[in-house]
């Protein structure tokens, strides 16, 4: 029974890896860019989220709903502006400049609000949980997975309901033919970031409601949410909530059988992922 | 009047390589011309150019009098140019519904052509409208992407060899396509490399070798030596 | 292969080289006989600078001539260190030879790294090693014997007579403590030599050359007979017996350690990122002017803290995206002048043939 909880546990974490996967996965899908500044970005919401909590005195669902249009906005500026201009064959620069960003972003949030932890406080719903046969399951674990499912039914409604989906999936085929459609994908491109941007920020709800927090701890969010898309295979998004669900399972199951194993655990079970299904579990068809 | 569409003096270079060498030529409302020549003389380099993948001189290109050349090809597409590339290039990841869906994404100005009226030009289409567009046989392909070009219903419509790789039977039915197009209003410029199709569809015809046009005449005008030395340079 | 018609010769060496070999050899004699006027903080910003530029050069090796964007360097500087703290607590080996154990040791560990993340392309393998320099790290901190997560330090009696320092306490008349400093000092000027050099010396056979033709263009090296798998475990391998080695040189120096420290990411692979990007990636000039960049600014603005590591990361990002070939690059082109050169060029004659770039626009 104790095993039954743990691995509910496991899944409902999962939720939140794919959560911090969603935006890594939306970009990479459609401009094959890898933002390693992406975790730094998931740290910036929750500081600009519990910003907004704290002056305004909003609740916590409340603040990232307002916090929504200005990650977008600095999603949009930063793809226009700065990421668009590196874009290429060559990997090496978007890599470098990502990696400059992400050094930029952590020390200005340590200049800022300093290395103590925080947290955005969520009042009784963080401690509170239900009963499901006999298995208690907290209230903000759950919430955490559903946000993720809707997040990723939203994403697919997206790709294939829209003309901006459509769009989405043209330029990533063929950005050259798609200019010919009256698409510019340099704007096809900016406004995804934004999208993802959007998604960094319900993931910087739950991360700073369910946990501490503190300026460095963004690199380990964005390994998470890289395996969890490598195990899913590249572009499939239910393949990362997937791939989220085995790192989280994988770390409450080594938790469980020693605490210092909880972190390695999820790390082994993405290299064992990659050593049998180097495509990942969902890998698409075409690539 | 001023023609419709318009290249003075146009050059088009990539990198080091120059492909156009001062081409001039005019497309007047409602006209069809065609562009023969063989392979590499620069016809879809020409193309290109005016539909904006290639960047030109400002001046290069003139559309309804308005100096283009400089303007990418997703501001060109908006103002009634549309291409129907060489080799097609359907996306793969589009059924052939949404292929043709997107073909408006740019300019939605409305008018004739729609998703019905594409389906009625080529009725096989609407059979296969939920398949992924290169699922297709290569006229089918063809077919979905004249349908995404004219969705947007274009002032002009730029074909770069349609017949490309297709047997003959099947380029005589696209072919039949083009009096409906040029009925719906739209200009249209054809490359071709097949001179008795070009022939037979075009007001008028240019010939190009080596970056520069050769030749420029009426079909009827033109005598078969000289297209041949149009064509291939002429024999000293 | 066609062959040249005689008046062409094939050079890679320039004048601007040849000068600047007798400049290096001087510049080595200095650097040798340093310890004997200068102070004790200069020989260890002097140990510093060195070190952090055999890491560059190495790093630069991968992602400028091999294209592999490695950020799990740390991996190997912790597992070079770990491994000569290792064999010198448990095995009383003297610390000085266990420097080589080092570097074998990260040779080992890049065996089954590479066979992991060569699965992965371009960005995510960039990913990849460092999720395994996590993992290493990760399981070195359960190694009780050697501190677990909390680290140790060098045995004093390891330290007090590893070799040589006994012949320099008595040569310079210094402490046991300033003649390691010197000591790690000598180590790494061999160390930072041998690097360029052999750097320098692969890049230029026909090895080398292949390398490059890997990183512009996998196709067409494969076309012309080069292994571009070959090539990359090559690189990946020499890296990373490079990196241990400094690894095993850097904590003989600070003679304590711990995992967070040894597999520092900051330390051993942002910085070092940082060095070959504004210096100026795929040269070996790039390393060495960006590590002395690297160092003024950070004894500049080392007291600002966090202010110091933003303005890095806003250099480095202005950098990629105004001049990517970074500050030797600009130099470069100015002036025309290599210090290394390891591409062939040919002189004499004329260039017929213009060769079309795709470049669209
Ligand atoms: N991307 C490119 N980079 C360099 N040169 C190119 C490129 N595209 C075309 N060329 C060159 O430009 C010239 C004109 O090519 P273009 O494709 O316009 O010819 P074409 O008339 O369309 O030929 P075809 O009938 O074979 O399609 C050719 O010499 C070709 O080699
Ligand atoms: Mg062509």
């Known amino acids: 029974m104790i095993w039954v909880d743990t691995i509910l546990q496991g899944i409902l974490l999962g939720g939140l890896y794919a959560l911090f996967a969603a935006g890594l996965s939306l970009v990479f899908g459609i401009m094959r860019l890898v933002n390693l500044a992406h975790g730094d970005l998931i740290v910036l919401g929750a500081y600009l989220i519990l910003l907004l909590v704290t002056l305004t005195g909003l609740s916590p ?50 200049e800022g609000f300093s290395a103590d932890s925080q947290r955005i406080q969520a009042g009784s719903l963080s401690t509170a949980s239900i009963e499901i046969a006999g298995i208690g399951l ?27 989906g459509r769009a989405f999936r043209a330029t990533s085929d063929d950005p050259t033919t798609a200019s010919l459609m009256g698409i510019k994908p340099a704007g096809i491109f900016a406004k995804a970031t934004g999208i993802a941007m959007i998604i960094v920020t319900i993931a910087a709800l739950y991360l700073g409601m369910r946990s501490n927090f503190d300026p460095s701890i963004g690199p380990a969010r964005l390994i998470y949410a890289f395996e969890a898309v490598i195990i899913g295979g590249l572009g499939s998004l239910w393949g990362t909530l997937a791939g989220g669900v085995i790192i989280g399972v994988a770390q409450t199951v080594g938790a469980a059988i020693n605490p210092e194993w909880q972190i390695l655990a999820g790390h082994v079970a993405f290299l064992v992922v990659l050593l049998l299904r180097p495509r990942g579990l969902f890998p698409r068809a075409v690539d | 009047m001023t023609a419709l569409l318009e290249t003075r003096g146009l050059t088009a270079r990539y990198g080091d390589f120059q492909a ?128 995404r070009a004219l969705m947007s219903n274009p002032r002009v419509l730029l074909c770069d060899e349609i017949s490309l790789g297709l047997a003959p039977v099947i380029i005589k039915d696209i072919y039949k396509a083009v009096p409906r197009i040029r009925e719906s209003g739209a ?35 033109l005598s078969r030596e000289a297209i041949h030395d149009a064509y291939f340079g002429a024999q000293a | ?237 020499v890296s990373a017996f490079g990196t241990g080695l400094a690894g095993g040189l850097i904590y003989l120096q600070k003679a304590r350690i711990s995992p967070d420290a040894a597999f520092s990411l900051q330390d051993w692979t942002a910085y070092v990122i940082f060095i070959v990007v504004i210096g100026g990636i795929g040269t070996i000039e790039g390393p060495i002017l960006g590590v002395l960049v690297f160092f003024i600014l950070q004894s500049l603005l080392a007291d600002y803290g966090s202010w110091y590591l933003m303005v890095l990361g806003l250099i480095g990002i202005a950098i990629m995206l105004f001049a990517p070939r970074g500050l030797w690059g600009l130099f470069s082109d100015r002036t025309g002048i290599e210090l290394f050169p390891v591409r062939r060029r040919l002189t004499g004659g004329r260039l017929s043939a213009t060769l079309p770039s795709s470049k669209e626009e």
């Open chain 1, 61 to 110: 669902f409340v603040a990232a709903a307002v916090a929504m249009p200005f990650m977008f906005a600095l999603g949009y500026g930063l793809q226009k502006f700065m990421l668009n201009r590196v874009l290429g064959d060559d990997i090496l620069p978007p890599l470098l400049v990502t990696f400059g960003l992400s050094v930029v972003l952590q020390n200005a949030l340590l």
């Open chain 1, 138 to 164: 907290g209230v903000m674990p759950l919430l955490t997975f559903g946000s993720a499912l809707v997040v990723i039914i939203g994403l697919n409604q997206l790709f294939y309901r829209t003309s901006l």
């Open chain 2, 20 to 147: 156009l060498f001062g081409v001039d030529l005019v497309l007047d409302e409602g006209e069809t011309i065609a562009i023969i020549g063989s392979n590499g003389a620069g016809k879809t380099t020409l193309m290109r150019s005016i539909a904006g993948v290639l960047r030109n001189p400002v001046d290069g290109i003139r559309f309804e009098g308005r100096a283009i050349g400089d303007r990418p090809a997703d501001e060109i597409m908006a103002m009634g140019i549309a291409m129907v590339p060489e080799g097609r290039k359907l996306f793969p990841s589009l059924s052939v519904e949404e292929n043709l869906q997107i073909g408006a994404y740019g300019r939605q100005t409305g008018g004739y052509w729609s998703l019905e009226t594409v389906y009625e030009l080529f009725p096989v289409l609407k059979e296969r409208r939920s398949n992924p567009g290169t699922a297709l046989s290569g006229g089918q392909q063809q077919m979905v992407a004249i349908g």
């Open chain 2, 187 to 221: 200009s249209m410029i054809v490359v071709e490399q097949d001179i008795g199709q070009a022939m037979a569809v075009a007001d008028r015809v240019y010939c190009m070798m080596e970056g520069r046009i050769t030749l420029t005449g009426r079909p009827g005008d």
């Open chain 3, 1 to 237: 292969m066609s062959k040249l018609p005689p008046n062409y010769s094939v050079q890679t060496r320039t004048r601007a080289s040849s000068i600047s070999a007798i400049v290096a050899l001087v510049l080595v004699v200095v650097a040798i006989a340093l310890p004997a006027f200068a102070s004790r903080s200069l020989i260890q910003d002097m140990f510093f600078i060195l070190t952090m530029l055999v890491l560059a050069q190495f790093w630069n090796l991968l992602a400028g001539y091999g294209g592999l964007v490695s950020v799990g360097q740390q991996a190997f500087v912790g597992i070079g260190a770990y491994a000569m703290f290792g064999v010198v607590i448990l095995l009383g080996f003297d610390p000085v030879a266990s420097i080589l154990i080092g570097g074998i040791a990260a040779l080992v560990l890049a065996i089954p790294t590479a066979f992991f993340a060569f699965r992965l392309q371009g960005a995510y393998f960039a990913i990849g090693t460092w999720v395994i320099a996590e993992v290493v790290r990760l399981l070195v901190a359960q190694w009780k014997s050697v501190g677990g997560g909390t680290g140790t330090s060098l045995p004093r009696s390891a330290t007090s007579d590893m070799w040589f320092t006994g012949t320099i306490e008595t040569l310079f008349d210094v402490k046991s403590a300033a003649a390691r400093d010197i000591l790690a000092y000598w180590l790494a000027v061999v160390l930072a030599v041998a690097t360029i050099a052999g750097i320098y010396w692969l890049l230029r056979t026909k090895r080398g050359l292949g390398l490059a033709a890997v990183r512009d263009n996998i196709e067409a090296a494969k076309s012309v007979g080069v292994d571009a798998v070959r090539m990359k475990w090559l690189v990946f391998l």
